[in-house]
């Protein structure tokens, strides 16, 4: 069963190529096939997992090479395909949350007349993001890399008749390309230095490379994640994003392609390890990522653009995490498996709270709809407690055990992750209580209602992974589950006590809390977004100018240079051809003036031309 | 001999004048006719004097050559005239009407 | 002798075409007898490939009679793999261009019979070009390419036809006559040493002096760099490509174009190794300009017709940076983007072609929101788009990969500033997409109505291809490799070695290698 990873990719790959291409007949079931071929990925990769748990830690990384993909001169890549220790747990994560959204998705684009397109669409990006985890050559991760990005573009933009919509598709991708330019040049300098870019043979070679060779490999690698995990300077895309549906959102925005990044550095991880340059310049992404999406989540109104702050801040946790070498790369996919479930699933429950909300999206019109949507609230709060890092949710075990790392690398490094967990607890306060606690304030025509049973199943599930998912810590399981993939991190001596900083963690959550309780509370809520606000808020509001920022760095020079080179073109350079051509024109136009076509003057030059000839002639004989 | 190779030159002169003063192409055309005849003239004269077939043999292909023209020469005159109703040459001084 | 039959069949078809009495309306004789011949030389094609041994790097098929005899001209065919990929895309893509014209609205509908003739004798002229190995015939049949375009461009192609056709012609006489003069030159040298023999392989073998090869390299150099086209020479393509029907347009750039790049491997190289070597540092330069300097026109471009044009003045800088670099994986990179870029461009010139008749003009303004009446319409645009931008699963990456790969083994700020076009290429893509495709339905755009059975039926083989190269490109890179292995051999070039090779021996090592 175990060389049989190709075949998780190949049925969710057939079957978006089948729903693609098959007619409208295929609109009543084509949901089904969707959801059926994801479900299927999940069983087999179920079943693989589980071999893989029966067998020795050392023998738990199985290859199949397919096919060569690519031999020309010393290029050579294979299709390779890894199911190890990593790759499964992601294997599971992608296919088993995905499995979930299908579900949800089928009463969400119900009345989608695209909804089969949309299955189509989800499955080729569980194939595209299936073939990333498992890939064993950068070439063929890039593959999925981009697969993913095409997936997302499609997805993003599938209500193409918005132009909003539209825009911000075109936008994911374009960003995303800036990060793919680090990543092709990464694979580029692989394939000059090490004459390979198998990931394994890479990772052999790095720890001999020079400091030169594997800090620009780092940084190439992480201007890659950066594009795809949101994380600064490339986060621009992800807020707007949001355009798409919400499946959408919560399976690639949220638990799986984002966290792409991180999965990236941590499977380099002897690059990373090999060049502290590198590291540190991922720990400096991360926090300012961590940072910057939690200021951000603090002042959206925009349900899922708060959301979506949070997703790019907790990606900078696991950046920061993966960034702390040995130490933290356990904890980075740690975490990012329990944000897996609770951002899914609290992403989910937006769109729940949308679906019910006439597709508003503004959190001013919410309020107090806990009783309206009681399953919604109730997995909704279960996703809560657990992004916060209340004991014992989830998230407390995953960020607790970050938080506790960073404090072994930097005591600031530490301090910011620190913050972070506050800002956390009170920008998801604050989306609580706008959206379930405080007064109502929609608006009459709207007629809260729960979902239907389809799409809250899912929730339910994803809520009970939210609460128990910290289960994977016990023993360090998941630490020495991924160590012969990752290597053996080293303990670090803290200067307190592990135990005292859980304490700390959890006073300075319960601040953040209180603090949101204490702000939201004390007067009610405005309808409308208040126009008067602080400087903060307003940054916030405007994505920390980061927007603006592009616009003035990139996009308007840009736009300037292409029209300034459109007009040498057709000025200077086709200017000087069509110069040249009219000089000749001129010249044959004088020339031509004796042309008169008067025979009779064409005949007198021909005597007067004779005449010269026999006269020149006569002059050398007599002479 | 003189008598033959003046008389050449005469004619070859007053058919070369009439090439270059006369206006209506039929004229034009009897004097370039005019000029090949008094070169034929000059060539068998020489052809006698000097005693061989070589001049002869050369008017024999200007006689030729004048008759191939003439049919072709004609005929464009006629049809300038039957597209412009003229024959003057001075009028004939563009290739597209 | 089947290379000749080959490059044959289609010239007879056009002269068949050209006497074949013009049909009273809809003209569907002519069209179908276009097609019929084009499919037998496409059938044709396929016998030579099966005869043909890939794992040699030889000229194969060989063919060699006595021509003209006064300066030691011969009529010489044979192929190599790099020539044989590229008699297939011609014989591949004449078939779909053709079947896609089938609804041209040409200036004269009486024209049609002579518009698939001309198109014909495209193909077998540059069936000719590929195969000939003898510089004097190869030249004849550069340079015949351009009558039959000319009429094309001139007779068939949009209100500023006559500009465009006499500027596309001047240009590239311009470049022939240059090599003219390179191969007048070539037969003196040939001459002093011995017979004058135009053939590759005896022209392979003469000594030059070092300014007299690099003159006759600069010779050969600018009229493959005009047709190519290389900044700042590519001013004619886009008025050309703005002007022609979409099928001219498919010829001239993913066809005849290319002989500019396969004359640059298999004449500049093979004949003028250390001119190369000399010139490579200013070509290079040249290209890298040509891929970052024809994106950003694309992108300030409102004529879908220009864009492209100007894409491909991008692609062609990748074609020309993976030649000049001298290694063998980005040559055989190029070769295969030659490939590769044929049928990206194609599928956007022919499915862009059916959007303009539809909707009567190529701003891209007039258009909008089209992804709601025609959504297949749109989704083949998606899929050439995203082949003409090198997504990772089609065609195009594979090749763009391998020449920048090999370019950063020889010169990392070349590959590193081309690698910049991935960017720019999502721009000009993405944002001729967004803009033709989504938002609501424009104004006037309600035309644009969905491919017709037909045009699906043309467009499909290309499609298939490029998702199907995609990801088994092996098979054609098989065929490339011991012909660029030979090419990059002859100039005297080893790949440089990895640095710090992995400890690891990689899987193909194990298997023995490929």
Same mark, same amino acid.
């Given at each position: ?271 990373? $390890? ?201 023993? $360090? ?91 040498? $073109? ?15 024109? $001129? ?37 | ?18 090439? /270059? ?12 006719? /005019? ?59 563009? /290739?597209?009407? | ?325 001298? !290694? ?80 950063? !083994? ?55 291809? &490029? ?12 065929? &490339? ?34």
């Amino acid at each position: 069963m175990l060389d049989l990873q190709w075949l998780l990719i190949a049925i969710p790959l057939a079957s978006g190529a089948l729903l693609l291409v098959w007619g409208k007949e295929s609109d009543r079931f084509g949901h089904l096939i969707g959801t059926a071929a994801s479900a299927a990925s999940f069983v087999l990769g179920a079943i693989m997992f589980a071999e893989l748990l029966g067998e020795n830690a050392e023998e738990r990384s199985h290859a199949v090479s397919l096919f060569t993909w690519i031999d020309a001169g010393r290029f050579h890549v294979e299709m390779t395909f890894v199911f190890d220790q990593l790759s499964a747990l992601f294997v599971l994560l992608i296919t088993g949350v995905g499995t979930l959204i299908h579900v949800y998705s089928i009463g969400y684009m119900a009345h989608d007349e695209r909804r089969r397109r949309f299955f189509a669409f989800l499955n080729i990006f569980i194939a595209a993001m299936l073939t990333l985890v498992l890939a064993g050559d950068y070439l063929v991760l890039f593959l999925g890399w981009e697969g993913v990005g095409l997936a997302s573009y499609l997805l993003i933009g599938f209500w193409q008749h918005k132009p909003s919509a539209a825009a911000a598709a075109k936008k994911a991708f374009v960003v995303n390309r800036v990060g793919d330019l680090g990543m092709a040049l990464a694979i580029m300098l692989m394939f000059a230095q090490f004459g390979t870019s198998a990931i394994e043979a890479v990772n052999a070679a790095a720890p001999g490379a020079t400091d030169t060779v594997t800090t620009s490999l780092g940084l190439l690698l992480l201007l890659g994640a950066c594009g795809k995990s949101a994380q600064v300077p490339l986060q621009s895309w992800l807020l707007d994003a949001m355009e798409g549906p919400t499946p959408v959102s919560a399976l690639i925005h949220a638990a799986t392609m984002v966290t792409a990044g991180v999965y990236l550095v941590v499977r380099s991880n002897a690059i990373f $390890d090999a060049s502290e340059v590198a590291r540190n310049a991922v720990i400096v992404v991360g926090l300012v990522t961590l940072l910057a999406g939690a200021w951000i989540g603090c002042a959206k109104d925009d349900i899922k653009k708060a959301l979506a702050g949070s997703t790019m801040s907790q990606i900078g946790y696991m950046m920061l995490a993966a960034g702390l070498g040995p130490a933290g790369y356990a904890f980075a996919i740690f975490h990012l498996i329990t944000h897996g479930f609770f951002k899914a699933n609290m992403f989910l429950g937006a769109g729940s709270v949308m679906h019910g909300m006439d597709d508003d999206v503004d959190m001013r019109h919410y309020g107090g709809l806990r009783s309206m949507m009681p399953v919604t609230f109730a997995t909704f709060g279960l996703g809560y407690l657990a992004i916060i890092g209340v004991p014992p949710f989830a998230g407390f075990w995953s960020k607790d055990k970050i938080i506790e790392a960073a404090f072994g690398q930097n005591f600031w490094v530490g301090l910011g992750a620190l913050l972070g967990a506050g800002v956390t607890a009170f920008y998801m306060t604050r989306l609580m209580i706008m959206t379930f606690l405080s007064e109502k304030r929609w608006r009459e025509e709207v007629h809260p209602h729960e979902s239907p049973r389809v799409m809250t199943w899912p929730l339910i599930a994803l809520a009970a992974l939210s609460a128990v998912g910290g289960i994977l810590l016990l023993g $360090d399981w998941v630490s020495e589950w991924l160590e012969p993939v990752v290597g053996h991190a080293e303990h670090h001596e803290l200067a307190v006590p592990a135990i005292v900083l859980t304490l700390i963690i959890t006073l300075v959550v319960a601040v953040g809390v209180v603090a949101a309780v204490v702000f939201y509370r004390r007067e009610p809520i405005a309808a409308e977004t208040p126009s008067s606000v602080s400087i903060f808020a307003r940054a916030g509001r405007h994505e920390l100018y980061g927007n603006e920022l592009n616009e003035a760095v990139v996009v308007r020079p840009t736009r300037h240079l292409t029209r300034f080179l459109v007009w040498l $073109d057709g000025k200077g350079i086709d200017g000087f051809v069509t110069g040249v051509a009219d000089r000749l024109g $001129d010249t044959s136009q004088f020339l031509r003036k004796p042309q008169t076509g008067l025979v009779r003057s064409y005949a007198l030059t021909m005597f007067g031309g004779v005449a010269i000839i026999i006269l020149c002639l006569l002059a050398v004989t007599l002479a | 001999m003189n008598e033959y190779i003046s008389l050449s030159l005469i004619l070859f002169t007053i058919g070369a004048v009439g090439v /270059l003063v006369r206006r209506n192409a039929i004229i034009v055309f009897m004097c370039i006719e /005019l000029m090949l005849n008094a070169t034929n003239l000059a060539f068998v004269s020489f052809s006698r004097q000097h005693g061989n077939l070589d001049g002869q043999v050369a008017a024999f292909f200007v006689m030729v050559v004048a008759a191939a023209e003439v049919v072709v020469g004609l005929s464009i005159i006629v049809s300038i005239y039957r597209a412009r109703r003229t024959t003057s040459v001075d009028d004939a001084n563009l /290739l597209k009407s | 002798m089947i290379l000749t039959i080959l490059a044959a069949t289609p010239i007879a078809g056009a002269l068949i075409l050209a006497l074949l009495p013009r049909g009273r309306t809809d003209h569907l004789r002519a069209k179908v007898v276009a097609l019929g011949v084009a499919l037998i030389t496409l059938a044709l094609s396929l016998v030579v490939l099966a005869r043909y041994e890939p794992t040699s790097g030889g000229y194969q098929m060989t063919e060699e009679h006595s021509w003209i005899e006064a300066f030691g001209a011969h009529y010489s065919v044979g192929v190599n793999g790099i020539a044989i990929t590229l008699i297939l895309l011609t014989t591949i893509l004449v078939p779909i261009v053709i079947l896609a014209s089938f609804d041209d609205r040409l200036p004269d509908p009486r024209g049609t019979n002579a518009y698939f003739a001309w198109m014909l004798a495209v193909e077998g002229l540059a069936i000719g070009a590929f195969a000939a190995t003898d510089a004097f015939l190869f030249y004849i049949l550069f340079e015949a390419t351009l009558i039959p375009l000319y009429f094309l461009i001139g007779s068939f192609g949009g209100p500023n036809r006559s500009y465009a056709a006499v500027k596309f012609l001047i240009y590239n006489l311009v470049g022939g006559l240059l090599m003219l003069a390179a191969i007048v030159g070539l037969y003196v040298v040939s001459s002093r040493q011995g017979d004058a023999s135009f053939l590759l392989t005896d022209l392979q073998d003469l000594e030059f002096s070092q300014t007299t090869e690099r003159l006759l390299f600069l010779g050969f150099m600018a009229a493959f760099a005009i047709k190519a086209p290389l900044w700042p020479l590519h001013t004619w393509l886009p008025d050309a490509a703005g002007q022609a029907t979409p099928g001219t347009s498919v010829l001239m750039v993913s066809v005849v174009d290319k002989i500019g790049t396969f004359g640059m491997i298999t004449w500049c190289l093979n004949l003028f190794p250390e001119a190369a070597d000399w010139a490579s540092p200013v070509i290079i330069t040249l290209a890298v300009v040509s891929i970052v300097y024809g994106a950003l026109l694309a992108i300030g471009q409102d004529d879908i017709r220009r864009l492209i044009a100007f894409t491909s003045v991008s692609h062609f800088g990748f074609i020309i940076l993976g030649i000049f670099a001298f !290694t063998t994986t980005s040559m055989a990179g190029s070769t295969l983007y030659m490939f590769n870029h044929g049928l990206s461009t194609a599928a956007l010139f022919l499915v862009t072609g059916v959007m303009i008749s539809r909707r009567g003009s190529a701003r891209i303004d007039d258009f909008g929101g089209v992804q709601k009446i025609a959504p297949i319409l749109s989704g083949v645009f998606l899929i050439a788009g995203l082949s003409s931008l090198s997504l990772p699963g089609l065609a195009p990456f594979v090749s763009e990969f391998l020449v920048l790969a090999g370019t950063f !083994t020889v010169s990392i700020p070349a590959a590193a500033v081309a690698t910049l076009g991935i960017v720019l290429a999502a721009l000009y893509i993405l944002i001729m997409y967004q803009r033709t495709m989504t938002g609501p339905l424009a104004p006037g755009a309600e035309g644009v109505t969905e491919l017709r059975p037909r045009e699906i039926a043309a467009l499909t083989p290309a499609i298939m291809l &490029i998702i199907g190269l995609g990801f088994f490109p092996q098979p054609v890179l098989n065929a &490339i490799n011991p012909a660029v292995e030979t090419v990059v051999s002859h100039i005297g070039k080893t790949d440089p070695t990895p640095k710090t090779p992995t400890p690891i021996d990689a899987p193909a090592a194990e298997e023995g290698g490929h």
